[in-house]
């Protein structure tokens, strides 16, 4: 049973710069982890079950428009969860209406926490290191256009590989 997931990808320059701080703190998962912005969270699902999972995500990016991201300053979920993000500061409406639209159907999960969208730049680190994230990245700032977003399979030695992407509107 494959692991899947879906998400907005970061574009180039910005991908590779935010991979490259997360491993440069010591996340040792960011190599295998493009950057993104998750809507479905990694699920197993049958590999019969692949196709119709493609067309309802052909069909979810039909029905929201094209939208804007900016990505702007640093967040936490701690004391809940070890992580530091890059939050945004437009877009996140957006964001929520898409992963609305996609966590339907055969991609109808139960979510951890709520949907928050965000840009992972450190996980499951110690405090020192999380703090040097938080603050290190305070100033990032980048603006980008999406219009699309990819249906993401999780390889054992790759990680996550994006195998299909849909065009938004």
């Given at each position: ?118 840009v992972t730049v450190a996980h499951h680190l110690d405090d020192p290191a999380l703090d040097r994230a938080f603050d290190e990245l305070a100033d990032f700032e980048c603006r980008f256009a999406v219009d699309s977003f990819s ?19």
């Open positions: 049973m494959p692991t899947i997931g879906v998400a907005i990808a970061i574009p180039e320059p910005w991908a590779s710069e935010l991979q490259d701080y997360r491993t440069s703190v010591g996340d040792t998962t960011a190599a295998q982890i493009p950057t993104h912005i998750t809507l479905v969270p990694p699920t197993g699902i049958a590999d019969d079950e692949l196709a119709s999972v493609g067309k309802h995500l052909a069909c979810a990016a039909g029905s929201v428009e094209p939208f804007d991201i900016h990505l702007r300053g640093t967040g936490t979920f701690r004391p809940v969860s070890p992580v530091v993000f890059v939050t945004l500061a437009e877009g996140i409406s957006s964001c929520e209406l898409l992963a609305g639209a996609v966590r339907t159907g055969p991609l109808a999960v139960d979510l951890q926490f709520p949907y928050h969208p965000h249906l993401y399979v999780h390889d054992e030695e790759a990680g996550w590989r994006p195998t299909s992407s849909y065009d938004l509107g």
